[in-house]
């Protein structure tokens, strides 16, 4: 593999610029006229106050967008982001709760102004193509909650702020073969945990991802092939795997459907791809899923099941190393997402999920309160109340080095989200 | 008896086949009706600058505002974008037929909206459109109309719809003179008369005449949307990726 498909990809598209640049040099009439607001500056304000138990903490995020369409085949998107995170929503909380832990000086997120570049890119249209390059969000896949196709960037989860897909740097090609046929390859200069060890930007530590998406019917399908690259710091290097990837969504009747998988294609001591010794259950990490809209009572179901066969089924196989690494944080093979969405009284969205372990039986409530009070004013209240065993994933106390840890505790949540 | 039982027999075959004929003709005439309103609004491509204000009380002037900037080809593709408020700047809806597809910016994923979900509200705007009443395609595609009653200056055109739809039944008040669509009328199974989007203020706009006004009066709730045409301009050249429900958000 490595070089031998990277290449011919990056190829086939640069040979496709010079045939689409006279229509480049043709152009349209300039629609940007009517569309002024497609530039400028904008973003939101975001205040979120956790309270738990024993203690509380705060984020103040802020994000700034920008836009700007020079001409009618170039766009520019800019997103700054800076979090300012104090008490039990600073980084470091986690790790100051296990016992031994050092309790040295940190530094009050609060001091700190790290306004950082989460997405920083240019797209320009080539007749059937798009290039896109810079920092980008690369959101693959049609899952609700879990993307196994997304492989560029760390993920977060049910701590998450915000939806937006953080950016990696990178260069995204798009060829539209009709209206129901495209290509994508995308290359990234960074590993998914963003740490520059040796070895960084040689071309086998290039994470890439080819798909092909087909409209066929009521369905969008696609079909990838993902290299995955991440910095191990026990090995000190860099490990790549390759994935085999899927999604589709569409309708079945009146019920919205969805899955998408990666299906891990192990590679043996010569580096060849080779499935012996190996269950495809273990190596497969897929989500279903599918909303329904009960009309008469406005209501809204959403569920999703997820499979990752790296987890494990039994509670002492558990490693909390994982959960607290960027890599894993989930342990179990199998849960069930579900969502009871309901709007009333015209600004009021009151949403009620689980996310359920359906290894371990343990679950998390996740009750929400939206209220729209202005255009651009969004408050939340909400709660996050982990239920299940002693020793079960979200309702255990685990043992970290010797020292207990309580990764989930239950905390209320009050949020304000100014978009301005 | 017997001779009355088969006059009655007859009569009401002969009525049968009578009505059936009428009603094959109103229908005819119908569809007839309504393709000379749409060729006169026909156009290639259309892009238009619109306001929407939602009502949740139609009574009240408390509203939410949006600012949207919507393309079209011919009657199939429709893109509609949304420019404010800022909150989902960037939400972009692609109609193909009855093929929709949503993209969130945040996210930078598309979603297909299923069939049941076009009953529903745009996600994350609200209001008394939904996914199935801003979707592309003719009238007599999505119905079987017939001509249900004409005055003076009305027709109104009764249709029922051929494929799933969230509606049993829609009426469409046409100006008789000026070819133009004046009132949908929206019937529900279980909630009878649901909706009514009115179109007011006929102006011209680049040459055509248009309603640059909409209400959609929605009386199950007591609430209503207006949308006002600010701006249009037709047969203007669109790329077509806007168009491509694989790139259109690109």
Redesign the interface.
Known sequence: MKKCLLAPALCFFLLMCPAASPVLAQGTIDLTKLNMNEEGLYGYLLYNLNLTRKDLGSILSFRLKGDWRPGPHLFFHMELVNDYRTGNQRPAYLSTLLSGATKGTYTNASDQLNLKIDHLWGLVNLGRMDIQFGKIPLGWGTGYVFNPTAKTHPVSFLEDLSAETPGTLGLLFSYALNDRTAFQVYLAFEDKTRILGPGAGEWNQIPFGLKVQKIWGAFDLSLSWIREVFYRQEIQNYQREYYLGGDFAGAVGDFGVYGETALHVPRNEEGKFDFSGHRTNDLLEYCVGGDYLFTDAELTLRWEYYHQGRGVTKKADYNPVKALSAGQLLQAEDYLLVALEKSFLDYYTLMFGSLINANDGSFVLLPELNYNAADNLEVVLGSLVPCGEKGSEFNGTWDVNGGELEILQPSVYVQAKLSF | MKKKWLFLVGLALGVGVLMGGLVLATGEEAVAILRRVEEKQATDTS?T?MGMFIY??AGAEDC??Y?V?G?AKGDQDEYISF?????I?GLTLLA?GD?Q?IY?P????V???????K??SIQGV?GDFSYEDISAGKWEEKYDFIIAEATDRYWVLAGTPKKES?YAKVNLVIDKEKLILVKVEYYKE?EGHFKDLIMEEIKTLDGREIATRMRMMNYAKN?KTVIVIY?A?YN????D?Y?????FY?
């Open positions: 892009v600058r949740p009380d939410r505002s600012e900037v393309y420019l404010e408020p800022r909150s700047k193909k093929d597809w969130f945040s996210t930078g994923r979603r297909k909206i299923a069939s049941k979900a009953d529903q609200g969230a279980n609430s701006d301009k203007v050249e669109i790329d990726k168009f491509n429900p694989t790139r690109r």
